[in-house]
């Protein structure tokens, strides 16, 4: 039986596909994953619609709410694949997801080629630059919160979490500082599809893709003549066995590190803060005690943020899931939020501690697997110093009002974040 977004279930159980429930409050959206993952097997939705897009309602997915099942296909590539029309719920064509996904909407061996030649910008020799540049731009944005805003109030998203990791992300992939607004109008666009306040229509998304698109092969083809230290040079000049990556793809690779490198990092060091505001008690644990908690505070807070809420695989052959049996093409979206917060796998999983073991791991780069977060370590680096600097310098920063979530089921975003310090 097909049921239409919007209509009630007759399971009960609350609708995935329906704008409303990514938009409601968001302990009625915990209650509701709540139901999902206790209920047994795998729920069945229709695809909800973009609207505007020209893309067409595809025959609906599976949702997988326990970390169980989310680590099974995480780590079974071969019967779970990435490359079948992409890893969100509606299927773009193979060309257009390779566009915007690169690497991400692969699989192997045309995956791990890629990834293989990428990983060579993310060589040790890189990466300890980086630890510099992630220090320096975390002081240097704490100093323009302190002179810029003498009346100690601001935007959290506008003042530190959206150009902390987007001035670091450009600047590893050698952006020039003047085209960095640029590139986050971009991002915004490409990651905020959903909310009207981003993308009004599906043009405006293929347009902000072609031109970052451009963008990237005008500087790629700059560093291929001329290299620097950056990651773009690395890439225009990685050699795997004479295997270089073509103009198209490193533009898509292009696409893919400023985009996941920037929204989700930002969302991460947001959500953080709304949780230190809200469970004070777990930030003066941290803070009085920095360095002991700082490993298991930051995984606590990527699996509280659970920035990424979503990926899809796509089913290759028959096998079974949860006792639900799965056919070549069957959609099975990986709801890494609720996986997140199973009670199977974490103690009290609703209760944000900053000191909670570090095993059994959070799911929020992914469940293992070919695909997991290339950045992840990026990633912990810039929250701890961030979560650093302000307990040093900024001591007193707190949320001060609503955050304004992104309306989206795919980045579990927060646009704005008024604070006080
Ligand atoms: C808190 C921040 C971040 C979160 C929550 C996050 C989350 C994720 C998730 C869920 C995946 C997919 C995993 C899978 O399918 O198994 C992923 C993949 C990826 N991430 Fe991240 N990410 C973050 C930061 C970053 C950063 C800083 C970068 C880059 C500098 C980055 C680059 C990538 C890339 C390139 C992939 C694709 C890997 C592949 O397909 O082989 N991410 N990330």
Known sequence: MRIEPGQPRP???????????????????????????????????????????PIERGPGFYALTRHEDVWHVSRHPELFCSGRGGVNIGDLNQELSEFFGSMISMD???????????????????????????????????????????????????????PFPLRIICSMMGIPDGDVRQVFEWTNTILGVGDPEFVGSYDELVTAGLEIFAYAQALGEARRADPTEDITSALMHADLDGDRLSPQEFGSFFILLVVAGNETTRNAISHGLLALTEHPDQRERWFADYDAHVRSAVEEIVRWASPVIHFRRTVTGDTELAGVPLHDGDKVVMFYESANRDERVYDEPQRFDVARPVQPAQVGFGAGGPHFCLGANLARREIAVAFDEIRRRLPELRVAGAPAYLESNFINGIKRLPCVW
Request: charged share 30%; hydrophobic share 35%; aromatic share 10%.
């Open 11 to 53: 399971d009960g159980l609350p609708d995935l596909s329906d704008r409303n429930f990514w938009i409601g409050p968001r302990d009625e959206r915990a209650t509701g994953f709540r139901a999902i993952r206790d209920t047994p097997g795998l729920p069945f939705y229709p695809e909800p619609l973009f609207e505007n897009s």
């Open 108 to 162: 192997d061996p045309k995956h791990f080629r890629l990834r293989s030649i990428v990983a060579k910008g993310f060589t040790p020799k890189h990466i300890r630059a980086v630890e510099e540049q992630v220090r320096t731009t975390a002081a240097a944005l704490v100093d323009e919160m302190l002179t810029e805003h003498p009346d100690r109030r601001a935007d959290f998203v506008e003042v530190f979490s959206g």
